[in-house]
């Protein structure tokens, strides 16, 4: 039996990011949930939902572009930290090394799994959040998780994020094949 | 050590969520796993990023109206199927028992964990893609998937999608606390 429990959103678990970008010339790193697809041929756009409070969000809007990057659960201490703490009080710089790639302006990290490069492609606005949308203009992976040059989410083990529990989860295994699994229901 | 794999999106895995409308007149039901969480506070705001070409899109913007519905890995071959075959072509409607809600022309699945009703709010538009922005007006869960009043991942068993893979994965388990796991960091 359905019941009706507000208007919650249950759209979870989603990947957990760290946002990189330079704010004021300073690398400053948040983490994001809030994150989104946006469509599925090149230019590859993606979305992060981020409060305009955050000090990031500065950055993203000064320089047009920042990086999105993957974690594995080994870095879950570092990762909930960049969430903890702002980067208008306090120095995020050193908590990951980053290096600069084509576009100049957008630290990536080095050690996490994957890495997107992004141009901010356009700013969707509401009135608490600003919905960056980003295009992807390099990925860049850990050879470690590459399997046959593919990325492997076995290898990955990335860090999920669910808002009604509060906590992080771990990823579990392959149940299927994705334009496959239904082949048999076609009459 | 990082290498760079061109420009593809490895923002996964994102959980698949079945799309339900009335296009005209009549039930459609679409797989869509490239959905995004644009803010954090009511009125909570989801995305579906849909290819242009995809017969459910006619109907939510016909009524401005759809649900978002989760499911379990237990119905991974329905959840398939409707991503295999066109409305245009095919009558999906009697795959899923569906209810109708407060928005009126908004189906809603009866038999999976979690169903978020929605109203149309804005489509950001790409070339080839409506990226459809719902308000969740009313959450239904299955009493089966609560744990004191709270949805509880562990019991919906979400069917996960990852595009490298092409694969739909299940869930693992809890890792540790958000805005917790990383309080050791605070200097």
Redesign the interface.
Known sequence: ???????????????V?VVAALVNGKVNFINV???????????????L?M?KAHHTNIGIRENGTFS?N?FS?DK??????????SGSKTDKSAVFETFFGELKTAPII?DCP???ECRLH?T?E?K??D?F?GE????????SV?TG?????AKVR?????????????????????????????K
């Open positions: 039996m359905k019941k009706k429990i507000g208007d919650q959103n249950v759209l979870y678990p989603t990947p990011t949930a809030h994150v989104g697809i946006v469509n599925a041929q090149a230019p590859h756009l993606i979305s939902g409060n999105v993957v659960i879950m201490a570092e990762v909930d930290y960049v969430g903890l703490v080095r994957l890495s997107m356009d969707y509401t608490t959040h919905l949308i992807i203009t390099a990925t860049y992976a850990d050879e590459l040059g593919k990325v492997d989410l990335p860090l999920l994020f669910d808002m009604s529990s509060r906590k992080y989860w771990s990823l579990g295994t392959p149940v299927g094949d994705c334009w496959g699994a239904g082949k048999n229901l076609i």
